[in-house]
């Protein structure tokens, strides 16, 4: 069972920023291709931004290119969520999730289905 476990979370103004992180429990994650997600009131779960098991290819979703970035240290099992220019329409709860991939791959995946784990989630609130 892989346990994932999200924080840096809170309350900020529009403009500022946070960075939130995701630390995976096992030994094999530098074998997961990683994604965060965010769910608002009301609405469906969306990618925010996906990260490649291998070769740190990413993708975004157009609500926050240029202002988020996701990458990863596979020695700390960490997966990171850089963001900027925070908005009011960014609040919702943000979840990482995981998904098993055996072979090298560049891959990157934005549908929930795909992922095997997820975290519990960590609340952002922007202020306007």
């Known amino acids: 069972q892989v346990r994932m476990e999200e924080s840096g979370g809170g309350l900020v103004q529009a403009g500022g920023s946070l960075r939130l992180s995701c630390v995976a429990s096992g030994r094999t994650f530098s074998r997961y291709a990683m994604a965060w997600f965010r769910q608002a009131p009301g609405k469906e779960r969306e990618v925010v931004a996906a990260i490649s098991r291998s070769y740190g290819r990413t993708y975004y979703a157009d609500s926050v290119k240029g202002r988020f970035t996701i990458s990863r240290d596979n020695a700390k099992n960490t997966v990171y969520l850089q963001m900027n220019s925070l908005k009011p329409e960014d609040t919702a709860v943000y979840y990482c999730?995981?998904?098993?991939?055996?072979?090298?791959?560049?891959?990157?995946?934005?549908?929930?289905?795909?992922?095997?784990?997820w975290g519990q989630g960590t609340q952002v609130t922007v202020s306007s």
């Open positions: 999730a995981a998904v098993t991939i055996e072979l090298y791959s560049g891959s990157v995946y934005y549908d929930t289905h795909k992922y095997d784990y």
